[in-house]
């Protein structure tokens, strides 16, 4: 009070606009070396020449426990405390209101915040992380008898709580998150095995031939109990996790999977591909075939299953694995002697993993299992090992693209587009076997494709020198046609034009008898005398054979010429 001196204004403000307030004048500043963050208003009243009345208004951040003695240590002159008892709003505002009103210099602190929001000080994130973990050690485990409510009433009023004046709702619905985790999948974060776990014959023979197949087919694990399905299963979907992961540069995240008994537990969590799914020590032979479908179609973009209240959903390239036991002993054949390996037919291999799946599955519901999966089958005989179908763009796929485009274009204009047809032959320069699918040529566009078959030899039949038993697939690639279905002897060319073949229609018969009437009413009495042909067959031209050709050359050059006849 009374101080006399002159004083630098605009400095002052400067520096008080920084809250640099170390660097404030002597008298100005707070005295002492204080290190509790606080917030300082400053009135300086003009009493006459160069005399000064100076009023400063301290707040401390909220939640900052101060010691009396270090307050009075910082003040220079007379300190008051302003006790605002239960007031807190309405007294802060009085006072505020009244300094205000002392006038002379003053630089104020005011926060700015939007209309309706909340006034409540934001905390910083340690503090907000430090209040969840304090939630997940220390807070009830179960609601029965209210506890979330009377835990949280304890907390939020409990000056030395991390919870202390936290918001009730924000406390209780975590506390509800965390009670329902068992009533969920399990998530596991701490799997300690990996692939160098594993035995080299399992990596050789098993984890090598599954691992090109888990982006686009799921894993079902079928056989014997205590051989190992979970453990592999598992270290399988921790790889895995890390690998994507790593993808989406968030290798600081820790690998997880989850894993259940019934799918029905998989609700409630978005499907991800860095999270992959275990359906383990379930009853598989009871899941309806749609939700076996949905788990196994890795490829599918938009993937769910029926829960409870809720779905199950799965994203495309999650890995998803089925642990199951029952299998069919008695439809496994026996090993031949001496032999490390074998093959069986279909047939037998699905005889033998029947009994893992519901009665309701139809055949074709099994094929599309079969085609979405890779199975591996442990028994007391061997392992067996199925592997599911790769599917991928054509390389021509934008050109193709295109090219339906221009059908849809032709279609949608009323054009007239030519038909389409398959020729299957042999070639005989190179006698490998193929099929071309011709097509019309719509904007430049070529819809002409030609695909080979691949000859099969007699060693390529002989079982795989490997001590693993595997099973012979039946299924061919997409698109390409059936071997069986062309002639092994023949060289000649099959032409299969939709637009030379005979449509037999048949009328009815009051409008065939109407018809054969209004002719006999034409005829009137006349004979009628058609003639389709003579009789006599005709000389076959004498064609002289050019000097030089063979008649292998000739059949060629005809062959040729029909088949420019046929792309014209």
């Not at 299963?233 to 790593?246: D, G, V």
Request: proline content about 6%.
């Amino acid at each position: 009070m009374g101080h006399k001196g002159g004083f630098d204004f605009k400095q002052i403000e400067t520096l008080m606009l920084q809250q640099n307030y170390a660097d404030l004048p002597e008298v100005v500043r707070m005295k002492g070396n204080n290190q509790t963050p606080y917030n300082l208003q400053l009135f300086i009243l003009p009493q006459g020449s160069d005399v000064y009345h100076i009023v400063k208004y301290i707040k401390f951040t909220e939640n900052t426990k101060v010691n009396h003695q270090t307050i009075l240590n910082m003040c220079s002159g007379r300190a008051c405390e302003v006790d605002l008892q239960k007031h807190f709003r309405e007294g802060s505002r009085g006072l505020q209101y009244m300094l205000e009103g002392l006038g002379g210099f003053q630089v104020c602190y005011f926060k700015l915040i939007p209309a309706g929001s909340s006034n409540k000080v934001p905390r910083e994130t340690d503090d907000i992380r430090k209040g969840f973990e304090y939630m997940r050690k220390f807070g009830p485990q179960e609601n029965a008898n209210g506890e979330f409510t009377s835990w949280t009433e304890e907390e939020v009023n409990n000056p030395n709580s991390p919870l202390h004046k936290r918001d009730r709702g924000t406390i209780k619905e975590f506390l509800r998150c965390l009670a329902d985790q068992g009533s969920q999948a399990n998530t596991i974060k701490d799997w300690p095995l990996t692939f160098k776990s594993l035995t080299p014959w399992a990596l050789n023979h098993i984890v090598a031939t599954i691992l090109p197949h888990i982006l686009e087919n799921a894993i079902i694990w079928i056989g014997k109990s205590r051989v190992g399905k979970s453990p592999v299963s598992y270290t399988l979907s921790a790889i895995t996790s890390a690998f994507w992961l790593q993808q989406e540069d968030r290798g600081h995240e820790v690998p997880s999977f989850q894993t259940t008994s019934q799918l029905d537990y998989f609700r409630k969590e978005k499907g991800r591909r860095t999270k992959p799914r275990v359906f383990d020590d379930g009853n598989l032979n009871l899941e309806s075939p749609a939700s076996v479908k949905a788990i196994t179609e890795v490829t599918g973009i938009d993937r769910k299953t029926m829960a409870r209240w809720n779905a199950a959903s799965y994203t495309k390239n999650q890995v998803c694995q089925a642990c199951s036991n029952p299998y069919d002993r008695a439809a496994e054949p026996p090993m031949p002697n001496n032999a490390n390996s074998d093959t069986v037919f279909f047939e037998t291999f699905f005889k033998i993993v029947r009994p893992s799946f519901h009665k309701d599955f139809d055949e074709e519901d099994l094929m599309c299992i079969f085609k979405r999966a890779v199975f591996v089958v442990v028994t007391g005989i061997g392992i067996y090992l199925r592997l599911g179908n790769l599917s991928a763009f054509p390389p021509q796929h934008a050109e193709d693209l295109q090219w339906s485009l221009n059908l849809l274009q032709a279609a949608l204009d009323g054009e007239d587009v030519p038909l389409c047809y398959t020729i299957k032959g042999r070639e005989l320069s190179t006698g490998r076997k193929y099929s071309k699918e011709v097509r019309p040529d719509l904007a430049g566009i070529s819809g002409t494709t030609i695909y080979y078959f691949e000859e099969t030899s007699a060693s390529s039949k002989q079982p795989p020198a490997k001590r693993l038993k595997s099973v012979k697939s039946s299924n061919s690639p997409l698109h390409i046609p059936d071997e069986n279905s062309i002639e092994k002897d023949t060289e000649d060319v099959k032409h299969e034009d939709d637009t030379k073949l005979e449509v037999h229609v048949k009328q009815e018969m009051a409008e065939a008898t109407l018809t054969v009437n209004a002719f006999k009413q034409s005829l009137k009495g006349r004979v009628l005398s058609i003639k389709l042909s003579d009789s006599s067959a005709a000389p076959e031209p004498n064609i002289p054979k050019p000097s030089g050709e063979s008649p292998q050359d000739e059949l060629e050059e005809e062959l040729e010429a029909l088949m420019d006849e046929d792309d014209i």
